[in-house]
């Protein structure tokens, strides 16, 4: 029912910046949150943000700082804006959105990012 595109990916140098955007299209009243999670090749996809309709947000520690998760309407659009890249952020980053941060109904087909040192 809701279809989620990611975009804003690409090749950054250690230090840079990307936003990555999120956008929804359908609708599902049940959709409480929006999240960031992000793969690398041969590991599990982790959690790497989420923000709730009471915009309460939640953030790996490992990006707490750096990134930022914010949308204009969580069943619409979410952003994350990542600053202060470093290599160990490359990864395949999926945006995810549902009921639960633990198992999101919704994703999207994922967007590469890759920092270069």
């Known amino acids: 029912q809701v279809q989620l595109v990611e975009s804003g990916g690409g090749l950054v140098q250690a230090g840079g910046s990307l936003r990555l955007s999120c956008a929804a299209s359908g609708s599902d009243s049940s959709i409480l949150f929006g999240g960031w999670y992000r793969q690398a090749p041969g590991l599990q996809r982790e959690l790497v943000a989420s923000i709730i309709i009471g915009g309460s947000t939640i953030y790996a520690d490992s990006v707490k700082g750096r990134f930022t998760i914010s949308r204009v309407n969580i069943k619409r659009t979410v952003y994350l804006q990542m600053n202060s890249l470093n290599p160990e952020d490359t990864a395949v980053y999926y945006c995810?959105?549902?009921?639960?941060?633990?198992?999101?109904?919704?994703w999207g087909q994922g967007t590469q990012v890759t920092v270069s040192s």
């Open positions: 995810g959105m549902g009921l639960r941060a633990a198992k999101p109904e919704y």
